[in-house]
């Protein structure tokens, strides 16, 4: 009975501790979606939001309650000669164990070395291959022997996880924490700090604070310099200039995002019956046949997943006459970006004929809700 009532104790007191760890993150992870709310640069769409993660904006302005992990060393190229010659220059050096050095072979590149701030542990991080993946190795330095520490165990299987996110180490209210910000130039205008406390000497379970973003609309400044990228040739806009076409090209792509499913009823409603019936001709050239059945099937559902290999068709109107348009994301091989093309093609008897391209930038805009979980 004794040995049992010894075991209960002990699995409440994990319970207990589990709690409180939670707790502790939730706290941490409100707290610093505060201080990004109060720091973020955009407060109406006319103005643009960060651009870079949100953890080094955060880390620009003082705070007290959130210690940014310090980098103790770098290595332009990872090996164990020079992982070893910078151990022995730090100012409490270290040798490491045979199981360490194994764990930090799978590394290539450049890598850095941080601490996490209030333990005794070190992360070694790489960044690596086109998906911008987080390759991170954790160990503790304990009598000048450093020995490999698990990373978090929900890390194990989430394959793809730590790609094409921000990874820092730092502590937030007291609060050990790896964050990961999933800031990026998608079109889900969406982003997630994950917190994954240290406590008591274990990674405990995460937790995040979820960001939603109004779009920010610029026709001037965008994500990668798509016209020189896609070797774009000069638009025929005809002698009136690309002017009216580029502002049409705007507000379609600003209403698109507003309702994707919609748009296209929306704007047809507002259209003459001439006009509509000019729509239905240019699209019935391009290819698209308006009566078909599975029409409505094949649309995408929503704006963020419109791209240019699969855009969505509608109206233009520029001084009351009637063009086609196509409108979706710019892609590069699997990868959607936020900014917006927009094709324009004029009727030539029974076919289309492009006369413009514009690319629309669109970014993350003033914070529109954050849920904490």
């Not at 939001?49 to 210690?67: A, H, I, L, Q, Y």
């Not at 990228?229 to 806009?237: K, Q, S």
């Not at 099937?297 to 969505?312: D, G, V």
Request: proline content about 5%.
């Amino acid at each position: 009975m004794a040995k049992s009532a010894a075991i209960a104790c002990v699995a409440i007191v994990a319970m207990a501790e589990a709690q409180a760890a939670t707790n502790s993150c939730t706290v941490a992870a409100r707290h610093l979606a505060g201080l990004v709310k109060n720091d973020w640069p955009s407060s109406d769409v006319n103005t643009p939001g960060g651009t870079s993660d949100m953890v080094n904006m955060v880390e620009r302005k003082s705070s007290p309650d959130f210690v940014r992990g310090a980098a103790r060393f770098k290595l332009a190229e990872y090996s164990r000669a020079a992982f070893a010659q910078q151990a022995k220059r730090l100012p409490k050096p270290f040798t490491s164990s045979g199981e360490l050095l194994k764990a930090l072979d799978d590394l290539q590149g450049a890598v850095t070395f941080f601490e996490l701030p209030g333990t005794d542990l070190l992360a070694v991080n790489t960044i690596g291959g086109t998906a911008n993946c987080n390759s991170t190795v954790f160990f503790s330095v304990i009598g000048g022997r450093a020995n490999p520490v698990q990373p978090p165990k929900q890390w194990q299987d989430d394959v793809g996880g730590s790609c094409g996110l921000t990874r820092s180490f730092a502590s937030m209210d007291g609060t050990p924490v790896i964050i990961d910000d999933s800031l990026d130039a998608g079109p889900s205008l969406a982003s997630t700090l994950t917190l994954t406390p240290w406590s008591h000497g274990k990674w405990r379970e995460p937790c995040t604070a979820s960001f939603v973003f109004a779009p920010h609309f610029d026709t001037a400044n965008t994500w990668n310099d798509w016209s020189n990228l896609g070797n774009w040739e000069t638009n025929d806009c005809g002698a009136g200039g690309c002017g009216g076409f580029q502002r049409a090209a705007l507000e379609l792509v600003k209403q698109t995002q507003h309702d994707g499913v919609g748009v296209e009823d929306h704007l047809l409603a507002a259209m003459t019956p001439a006009q509509r019936e000019e729509y239905q001709h240019l699209k019935h050239a391009h290819g698209a046949d308006p009566l078909a059945d599975d029409e409505d099937a094949a649309k995408p559902k929503t704006a963020a997943s419109l791209t240019e290999t699969n855009p969505l068709l509608l109206p233009l109107l520029v001084d009351n006459r009637v063009f086609l348009a196509s409108v979706g994301h710019f892609t590069i091989g699997g990868r959607v970006f936020a900014d917006w093309k927009v094709t324009v093609e004029v009727g030539e008897a029974d076919k289309t004929r492009e006369i413009a391209r514009f690319a629309i930038g669109m970014t993350q805009g003033p914070i529109a809700g954050v849920t904490i979980k």
